[in-house]
């Protein structure tokens, strides 16, 4: 089989990404006063050295008012950390910023008064550990798209190759594209898609028409109420048609975290690619290149999706802090598999309220950002008492995904 993962691929806007393999976001929960120390230059540049064609960051904020978690990178007016930004771009010359804001997604020991298109909660347990948001104000919403037109315009200006929106995982973006979450019936709510346009029209003014931007979505929410396929296709379809250069697919949400493979069905995950059967149906909407991020364990199943024309990207995320040489090996040729396994503490209750699977995914990448390489084998207990150590009891709630 032609080894499709090897090739270049020219985005609309005419950059070129040097493979198929891209490195989707993952927390790094490691900022010092919000800012990216050694560690991210640590970390990234062991990525960069891996072969990877596309590295996206975890979540930048744009407001630190509204975090994810504790210690997240934020951009915004006022803070002054463009230097540790571009010694973090000067790492590669293929790094995106991931650009977010976590609307209600957002514990109650970092922000007691959370935003969000409607004052709606999570759904319980959930609702114990995140506060019910308050209705964002027409001139909050554009506040916030100001903010992340802002945070793109200073990317572009410390050299970094592109940005993305995230608009997965229930965070802001997603939670105005949702029914369940946006019940306003002003404009905002009448057209579940203009918050993220106006975001992507507002980037795309500050940062000009070759400056890469891509926004990571929701194929659905996969709860009752929520983001569907059909809206999903819709939205990659309208976005598509206004110049986005790369959609990312995902799913899920806190509440159904189906981007950790969760309640995904069994024949889904035999077939690696969490999400594929919903690409397929956006792919055949969409002008833009496609990326599909959960699940993908092996270079031949990467292949096979390639050549059927199902993805133009192969995204990974745990894989890959795992083992940072993995896309050196795929594009090798080498048959190699995955190391991700299921996590479980064994106790069921502790891992229904605690986020193990990031804890300890998080942990391999700080050991990164230490000049360490990860440790695979690492028990669960040990990421559960680390994470203990360094953030108190705190670290039991939840944290971004």
């Known amino acids: 089989m032609e080894m499709l993962i090897q090739k270049s691929l020219t985005l609309p806007c005419g950059s070129i990404l040097k493979n198929r393999i891209a490195k989707s976001a993952m927390s790094e929960n490691m900022a010092h006063d919000h800012a990216p120390g050694k560690e991210f230059v640590k970390a990234y540049s062991r990525w960069a050295r891996g072969g990877t064609g596309l590295i996206i960051s975890g979540n930048v904020m744009i407001d630190s008012r509204h975090l994810g978690e504790e210690n997240n990178v934020v951009i915004e007016k ?8 571009k010694a973090w771009a000067n790492t590669s010359d293929n790094i995106w910023i991931q650009l977010n804001h976590p609307g209600k997604q957002t514990p109650k020991f970092l922000d007691k008064e959370p935003v969000a298109p409607s004052a709606i909660a999570l759904k319980p347990p959930l609702n114990k550990l995140f506060n019910t948001p308050k209705e964002l104000s027409e001139e909050q919403i554009q ?21 993305q929106i995230h608009g997965a995982h229930g965070y802001l973006v997603s939670q105005f594209l949702s029914p369940r979450h946006n019940q306003r019936t002003d404009k905002w709510g009448q057209d579940k898609m203009l918050f993220v346009t106006e975001v992507y029209k507002a980037i795309r003014e500050k940062v000009g028409a070759q400056f890469p931007v891509g926004i990571k979505m929701n194929s659905a929410d996969f709860s009752k109420g929520g983001f569907t396929l059909e809206e999903s296709t819709k939205v990659a379809k309208a976005l598509s048609e206004l110049g986005m250069d790369l959609i990312e697919i995902s799913g899920g949400s806190y509440e159904k975290a189906a981007m950790m493979g969760v309640p995904i069905k069994e024949s889904t995950k035999k077939r690696e690619a969490y999400f594929i059967e919903y690409a397929k149906e956006i792919k055949k909407v969409v002008t833009c290149p496609l990326m599909v991020t959960g699940g993908f364990r092996t270079g031949e199943f990467m292949n096979e999706c390639l050549s059927l024309g199902e993805v133009d990207m192969i995204g990974m995320g745990r894989p890959l802090c795992l083992d940072p040489d993995l896309s050196n090996k795929l594009l090798k040729g080498q048959k190699v598999e995955s190391l991700v396994r299921p996590l479980t503490s064994g106790i069921k209750a502790l891992d229904k309220i605690f986020p193990l699977e990031i804890i300890w995914y998080t942990m391999q990448i700080h050991r990164m950002g230490k000049g360490l390489d990860p440790e695979p084998n690492a028990g669960v207990y040990k990421s559960i008492f680390k994470n203990a150590l360094s953030m108190g009891l705190q670290s039991i709630k939840r944290v971004r995904a």
């Open 143 to 163: 506040e916030i798209i100001n903010r992340f037109s802002y945070a793109a315009q200073i990317v572009k200006e410390c050299g970094f190759a592109g940005v």
């Open 78 to 85: 006022g803070r002054d950390n463009l230097n540790e930004l």
